[in-house]
């Protein structure tokens, strides 16, 4: 039973992100890898202002509004395909490892003691993490079923589906494409800056690989969900799925812990299965 | 399908491994391979065999740099009824360890964690073993090596606590009237070209006790040779593979010194001390170094260090 709750705890906690690269990967259909800085920034930019007094409401709002504006950023770079999202992405990651750096003053700062969202939730005791990662992803999931039920959800599952026809009907296409990386990457950064307050420190390369491992969670899930919804497009049908996707990542992960497999092989073992989705069922549509 | 496979993984949540009721259980949690840590653990399990005579099952775990992995074993050790003892090595993997264990001990080897956080904690349960040799140590190591030193290329990282101690390395150097170059190599990678930038009339390359530099050890010391300065160090790993000394300590040594705490914790015996600093160094002296073995040898005398000599390839 053990094992089930800590993947849900761990996939609570990441599920910001996830649905921040569902909302690039799988609605605009760009595959943007720019999470991997953002990520770090929302951490970085939470720890460096809850270690100076700030309060926890400001220092939240600071990170996600940091993880907002390089989302803006890296959509400017790839302004009518100047860059190609991929590189934009990667050059904007490449770029955030010295923001990052000079941002937290050292590479590694623990807020241990200080005020947090987990702090607020102690008398929970054990279960203060899981409490904190389901409150948010539960807000998170609320806004972004109103977001993609909206026109602007329609518009935006135009974009990744048929560029030209949103752009006859007269929609700004970069404008939307603006909104959806900033929205994604500021997600990023309150996934981080809400790991920095369970993990109870942040560092410059914890956002490594968390790119890949949410859009193999986007993929996983996506699969589940053409089985039980063919036709329309339910958005709550659609996040849930990403939930589901990133359940399933963690929970292989904690079993194959679980049964003594050797972490070594553990990333071969996933790194396989997401091949294995991105041949079978990937969508190879993406830029 | 899907219904079947996820039928087969719930049914791993019934299981559960069984030891006797006795025996105690440690789980040892790693952040990534790396030979140093490797050595820690043996000189861990070595000396904990020895000295805890009672039935012992220990768990090893590396998390091979993921941060999702290394929070899976942390919970799952955090969770377990059946472990006694959480061990940890390196900083980030205690930070993390420390944030979630409340409910069992839990030894940082090799690691930092700071007096004020100690103070912070709920509850008091956590050991540190730090293995930081004081700066003020290893200047005073190199000022006695090279006493008419001026000049210093100090080589470094961005790591955790390397950033801070390498500030202290500089101002502690200015006040001896020494001048620190300092070259920040932020990815292995980028080793090479930042070696090139080594000044000319720097006497000495320095490296604090920094994993990532380490692994590129190889790297600076073709530059060292090239521009025939000493390469000095601050552990034993790096002058196996071609640094020409380093003041330092015995990697296993830090584990033995972890094992003993161990044992006191898992006997439940009170461990007053929280915070274990690595006292008894060692100079690690290659044997095709150009630094006279003498020399050496009469240095780590005066200051009660211990000496080995490394025979390398």
Do not use: W
Request: charged fraction near 15%; charge should be positive.
């Amino acid at each position: 039973m053990d094992v089930i709750f800590i993947a849900l705890e761990q996939s609570l906690l990441l599920l910001p992100l996830v649905l921040g690269i569902y909302l690039t990967y799988s609605i605009i259909q760009i595959t943007d890898l720019t999470v991997d800085g953002t990520f770090v920034l929302g951490a970085a930019v939470f720890a460096r202002l809850i270690t100076n007094s700030y309060t926890i409401g400001i220092s939240m709002a600071a990170a996600i509004l940091a993880g907002a504006v390089f989302g803006v950023l890296v959509s400017l770079i790839q302004h009518k395909n100047r860059i190609k999202p991929l590189i934009a992405g990667i050059l904007m990651v490449l770029m955030l490892q010295t923001i990052n750096l000079q941002i937290l003053g050292r590479p590694n700062v623990s807020i241990y003691g200080y005020d947090s969202f987990v702090k607020k939730l102690s008398f929970l005791n054990d279960n203060a993490n899981l409490a904190l990662s389901f409150i948010s992803a539960l807000v998170i999931f609320s806004i972004l079923i109103l977001v993609l039920q909206s026109n602007l959800g329609l518009i935006l599952r135009g974009l990744g589906d048929n560029k030209g026809l949103v752009r006859k009907l007269g929609k700004n296409t970069e404008l939307y494409k603006i909104f959806t990386l900033a929205l994604s990457n500021a997600l990023a950064a309150t996934c981080g800056a809400l790991s920095a307050q369970v993990y109870g420190y942040t560092d410059v390369s914890m956002g490594y690989g968390v790119a890949l491992t949410a859009i193999g969670a986007v993929i996983i899930g996506s699969q589940i969900v053409k089985i039980f919804e063919k036709k329309r497009f339910i958005p709550a049908f659609e996040l849930l799925g990403a939930l589901g996707g990133t359940y399933i990542y963690f929970l292989i992960i904690n079993i194959f812990l679980f049964i003594g497999l050797d972490p070594i092989n553990l990333k071969l073992v996933l790194g396989l299965i997401l091949i294995i989705f991105l041949t079978f069922f990937g969508d190879k549509n993406h830029e | 399908m899907l219904r079947y496979i996820l039928i087969f993984l719930a049914s791993f949540s019934c299981c559960s491994p069984s030891i006797g009721l006795s025996d105690k259980k440690i789980t040892i949690i790693l952040p990534i391979q790396h030979q140093a840590l490797n050595d820690i653990v043996s000189g861990f399990q070595k000396t904990l065999l020895e000295i805890y005579k009672e039935p012992l099952k220990i768990k090893l775990l590396n998390a091979q740099g993921d941060y999702n992995i290394q929070s899976a074993m942390i919970q799952q050790a955090h969770k377990d009824k059946e472990t006694d003892l959480v061990v940890t090595v390196a900083t980030g993997v205690l930070q993390s360890a420390a944030n979630i264990i409340e409910n069992k001990p839990v030894l940082g080897l090799a690691a930092l964690y700071s007096e004020e956080d100690l103070k912070k904690r709920r509850v008091h349960n956590i050991s540190v073993v730090q293995d930081e040799i004081p700066i003020s140590q290893s200047l005073e190591f190199i000022r006695s090596l090279f006493p008419k030193i001026k000049k210093i290329t100090l080589v470094h990282s961005n790591m955790p606590k390397t950033q801070e101690e390498v500030m202290q390395f500089q101002k502690l150097a200015q006040s001896f009237g020494i001048t620190v170059q300092k070259l920040l190599v932020p990815n292995l990678v980028d080793l090479y070209s930042v070696s090139k930038s080594i000044h000319k009339d720097s006497e000495i390359i320095f490296i604090l006790k920094d994993s990532l530099i380490a692994s590129g050890i190889n790297t600076l010391k073709q530059q060292a040779a090239k521009l025939g300065k000493p390469l000095v160090t601050s552990d034993e790993g790096t002058v196996i593979n071609g640094a020409d000394i380093a003041l330092g300590v015995v990697e296993a040594d830090i584990g033995s010194q972890g094992a003993k705490i161990a044992s006191n914790l898992l006997q439940n015996i009170s461990q007053e001390t929280r915070i274990s600093i690595m006292k008894d160094l060692t100079v690690f002296y290659n044997a095709k170094s150009d630094i006279s073995e003498n020399l050496v040898k009469s240095i780590a005398c005066k200051y009660g260090y211990k000496f080995q000599k490394i025979k390398t390839d």
